[in-house]
Antibody, heavy 122, light 108 residues
């Protein structure tokens, strides 16, 4: 089955860190550029990060730049999001999302996971 | 940043009825770079439409997209029980890519 499964969410204090993982299966993960998108409670979707096939091109939304790191391990079919200096406003469900494009991004997403909840609170 | 405003916030309709969802951009969307997604609670969002009007793989033809410039529409010709969900538009013509706030289609 073609799917993405996120894990690693939980409760963390402000200023803390958390590492999210996204396990891909059913398709050739190494052939697709990938993204993270989040949704805060009661809010819409927010794109936060992009990584290309070889991890050589990476982008972040201004809201997380300098605090979050994205990486991937093509041998393990996995995408990661390292989140540092977490703030209350980072509370959200975090989704990994496959870009429709392969070697180059199309910037719309044809496969999503169910998400993992991150709660930042003291 | 190109802000997308979706209306109405909630649409209350019965199965079999036609649903018309609006997405308005604060700036003209470059080329045809607009997509629509369906999202049900606890599930993964699903791509419905890309390039304003192209249906994604496996999407039934009761879903259609239209529009240009700053005004876009998702139409569901006849609502099926599985269509009750939240719908989001997304522009990808100019960075950062942005999503609308969503329209909830609920059973009347």
């Amino acid at each position: 089955e073609v799917q993405l499964v996120e894990s690693g969410g939980g409760l963390v204090q402000p200023g803390g860190s958390l590492r999210l993982s996204c396990a891909a299966s059913g398709f050739t993960f190494s052939s697709y550029v990938m993204n993270w998108v989040r949704q805060a409670p009661g809010k819409g979707l927010e794109w936060i990060s992009y990584i290309d096939l070889t991890s050589s091109t990476i982008y972040f939304a201004d809201s997380v730049k300098g605090r979050f790191t994205i990486s991937r391990d093509n041998a393990k079919n996995s995408l990661y999001l390292q989140m540092n200096s977490l703030r209350d406003e980072d509370t959200a469900v975090y989704y990994c999302a496959r870009d429709h494009g392969k070697t180059t991004p199309y910037w719309y997403f044809d496969l999503w996971g169910r998400g993992t909840l991150v709660t930042v609170s003291s | 940043e190109n802000v997308l405003t979706q209306s109405p916030g909630t649409l209350s309709l019965s199965p079999g009825e036609r649903a018309t969802l609006s997405c308005r951009a604060s700036q003209s969307v470059s080329s045809t770079y607009l997509a629509w997604y369906q999202h049900k609670p606890g599930q993964a969002p699903r791509l419905l439409i890309y390039g304003i009007s192209s249906r994604a793989t496996g999407i039934p033809d009761r879903f259609s997209g239209s529009g240009s410039g700053t005004d876009f529409t998702l139409t569901i010709s006849r609502l099926e029980p599985e269509d009750f969900a939240v719908y989001y538009c997304q522009q990808y013509g100019s960075p950062p890519l942005t999503f609308g706030g969503g329209t909830k289609v609920e059973i009347k």
